[in-house]
């Protein structure tokens, strides 16, 4: 996929995720890092130096892909240790290293074994440990937990930021997986046909997407749309098909009159509950989740999806039955309507 003009500075240290559908150019974006696809236009920087045109084994940087590219007929500790004999380091320095590596990714005692004797996740952390044995300044991992059942997918989520509290290198991560990039992420950038749509914090992402596609990539959201027909006070009267729906000002105002798109969130949906937004859905569908239901009603605004905690339920949806829901002035978000939602 082409890039189109991304712009992207990372902070030293830190943990990015690029996050998209496939074909957002994140892939591309990561191999530029890499130093495997040269940009036709602009440059790349590591600490104000310029490395556009450094050829990948020069720059260093570890890197971890999807299927691990172990080599089997290595041991654990010679798998680790490859980098090393390819840097010149004597035998005794290539012990030292691997052997505090295994530690740090929790593989001690596993030394002697070959790939094909560990499980997926085993393979996972060797190949982590032997991208980061040679200390290099940037780890960029290409899917690297995609190939993995999602118990163990988000059993190594958890160790994968804690590894990185525990070296404080940069790391660069690639995903089309929303749950893993907020889990991970000290920030995170949404890709899509190869532009950054928004960069920053998971929890302001989230909370504050600036398009549809943001919204309904990075989670699932009701859209509304309305348009302006109060301005003043705290906040907006908004009409939305007939019934009029208040919603906390933002902090850019848009203008009486103005046609606008809110974003809302399913488990910001209260049922059986009253709220300065309020009116009644039916049943069309109930799916139970563990922790939660997911809920389909049909409304005056058209279908929406409510989630509520199955603990302690205001209510226990059933399909055909009328009821009530409601959320707060501030639930919604008004968004830019790109007509890009997935």
Known sequence: MAVAGADLAVEGGSFLTLLGPSGSGKTTILMMIAGFTEPTAGRLLLDG????????????????FQG??????????????????????????????????LDLVQLTGFADRLPKQLSGGQQQRVALARALVFEP??????????AL???????LQEELRALHRRVGRTFINVTHDQEEALSLSDEVAILNHGRIIQKGAPGALYEHPRTRFVADFLGKSNFLRGVV??????????????????H???????????????????????????????????????SYLGAGHAVVLETPLGAMRVHQPAWRAAVAPVEGDLIRMAWAADAATIV???????
Not at 68 to 87: D, K, S, T, W
Not at 137 to 146: G, H, Q, R, Y
Not at 266 to 281: C, H, V
């Open 229 to 246: 027909r109060e301005v003043g006070g705290a906040a907006l009267g908004i009409q939305c098909e007939g019934l009029r729906l208040r």
């Open 68 to 101: 691990y590219a172990l080599f089997p007929h290595m041991n654990v500790a010679e798998n680790i240790g490859f980098p090393l004999r390819v840097r010149g380091l004597s035998r005794a320095a290539r012990d030292e290293r691997v052997r505090a590596t």
């Open 336 to 342: 830019e309507d790109d007509d890009a939602a997935v």
């Open 49 to 64: 130096q310029d490395i556009t045109d450094l050829p990948p084994e020069k720059r260093a940087f570890g890197m971890v």
């Open 137 to 146: 300044a940037l780890l960029l991992l290409d899917e690297p937990l995609s």
């Open 248 to 286: 906390s000002a933002p902090a850019a105002r848009p203008a009486l009159g103005e046609e606008v798109l809110l974003s809302l969130r399913p488990e910001k949906i209260a049922l059986a509950q009253d709220g300065d937004n309020a009116l009644e859905g039916r049943v069309v569908s109930v």
């Open 149 to 155: 059942d999602k118990k163990l997918r988000a059993e």
